[in-house]
């Protein structure tokens, strides 16, 4: 089975956030992914909205209902009480919880599992409760994989950027690839799940895939807004989708 592309729609809302205008269309640039064959959406609104805005959330959802509904929507986010009264409200497929500060640029470290577990157990369980997938943003840590499982999670995302900053130092990204083969075995091994996500390109996309051949998922949003500066969006999700093994 093709690892899913979701295309994170987190660059194209900062970018309209430079000024009070509506555009580019965070909602427009979705429904291009999508018809360009993107599986599914992902957003990350942040308390200050400074990415998506929780109003750009109803707006996706009914896109995916009324023109995609194969497609899945996927919302990222620290899981204070607004955040999951917010995906409640408007029901994603996946609901991806990481650990960030909210003074956070972006997503920079997965959840410490051992620490956090009491945490996030009630919430996975609520969660679940309602219906959703859930997944954890996770360190490249074999270790942490079996507890990350006792929360009750189905999946879990491993946090890429060490690797994908590897651009230039091939022998540092093998590196890193290697801990993300055995952290995405320990999971499987849990019976978790296993996505991806962060500074990932078309480049440095194929040869994760080939390391964790069953990955489910990988969500990109900054190389694939990078790449549609360039190519389009379209075009942009085509490369991607190729990069996956299904274009």
Not at 140 to 155: C, L, N, P, S
Request: proline residues 7%; hydrophobic residues 40%.
């Amino acid at each position: 089975m093709p690892t899913r592309f979701s295309a994170n729609l987190n660059a194209v809302a900062l970018l309209r956030n430079r000024r009070d205008l509506p555009w580019p269309s965070v909602t427009r640039l979705g429904r291009i992914a999508l018809a360009a064959g993107a599986h599914g959406l992902t957003v990350h609104p942040r308390p200050d909205e400074r990415h998506t805005r929780n109003s750009d959330l109803p707006d996706l959802r009914a896109l995916i209902d009324s023109e995609f509904p194969d497609a899945e929507f996927n919302v990222e986010g620290y899981p204070t009480e607004d955040f999951l009264r917010l995906v409640e409200r408007n029901r994603p497929d996946q609901v991806t919880l990481v650990p960030d500060d909210p003074s956070q640029p972006t997503s920079d470290h997965g959840w410490d599992f051992a620490a956090h577990a009491a945490f996030l157990t009630p919430v996975v369980k609520r969660l679940k409760d309602s219906g959703f997938r859930v997944s954890l943003f996770a360190n490249a840590d074999a270790g942490g994989m079996e507890v990350a499982a006792e929360t009750g999670a189905d999946r879990i995302e491993l946090y890429t950027g060490p690797y994908g900053g590897c651009y230039s130092d091939s022998k540092e990204a093998a590196k890193h690839l290697e801990l993300l083969g055995n952290a995405a075995q320990a999971a499987r091994r849990a019976g978790l799940g296993v996505n991806a996500g962060h500074d990932l390109t078309v480049e440095n996309l194929p040869p994760l895939i080939e390391k964790i051949p069953y990955l489910a998922e990988v969500s990109i949003g900054h190389g694939l807004t990078a790449d549609a500066l360039e190519f389009g969006m379209e075009g942009a999700v085509r490369r991607f989708l190729i990069a996956c093994g299904s274009g």
